[in-house]
């Protein structure tokens, strides 16, 4: 098991979003969380990076607790919540060699990762000239292009048009 949850709860003041959650997600399955807004998608995403506490419960990832501050936690899951940032300057191209030479383990070639995303040809056109579409791809593509057991994503459709949502199944 990659992810292990058992009676997980989250309130936000007195009222619950979630109660008595149980979850268990297997290497090379894929889990999607749909549902209206404020039914606690995005605080179940920020339970499985470590960056909240369940109030109730027990949750493991990689075999121990989620924490977005262990470098070893953070070598294994890899995410995208909400918009990362970009350098405004830096073109997508240098982006990911700026990632891939980062992060042990990683490989790849710029251009072929951005090919599949359809942005080879804003490769090298400066992050603040993307569109917010293109800008979204870019950071799938970085956060997938990092090497991790687990990848979370909030929310990866935002911004995407039809081709790109496409691209993304």
Not at 100 to 111: E, M, Q, T, W, Y
Request: hydrophobic fraction near 45%.
């Amino acid at each position: 098991m990659v992810i292990s949850g058992e009676d997980l709860g989250v309130a936000i003041d007195d009222t619950w979003l979630f109660r008595g959650l149980n979850v268990v997600v297997d290497t090379g399955e894929c889990l999607v969380l749909a549902g209206p807004n404020g039914v606690g998608k995005s605080t179940f995403l920020r339970l499985l990076h470590g960056t909240q506490r369940p109030a109730e419960g027990s949750l493991t990832v990689c075999g121990g607790t989620p924490d977005e501050r262990r470098a070893a936690f953070l070598r294994k899951v890899s995410v995208l919540m909400d918009d990362f940032a970009l350098f405004d300057e830096l073109s997508p191209r240098q982006h990911l060699d700026l990632l891939l030479r980062s992060h042990p383990g990683a490989s790849g070639d710029p251009a072929e990762l951005l090919e599949p995303a359809g942005l080879q040809h804003r490769a090298d056109a400066p992050a603040a000239d993307l569109s917010a579409g293109q800008w979204r791809r870019l950071l799938i593509v970085a956060a997938i292009a990092r090497p991790h057991e687990v990848l979370l994503l909030d929310e990866p459709e935002r911004a995407l048009d039809a081709e790109g949502r496409e691209w993304l199944r």
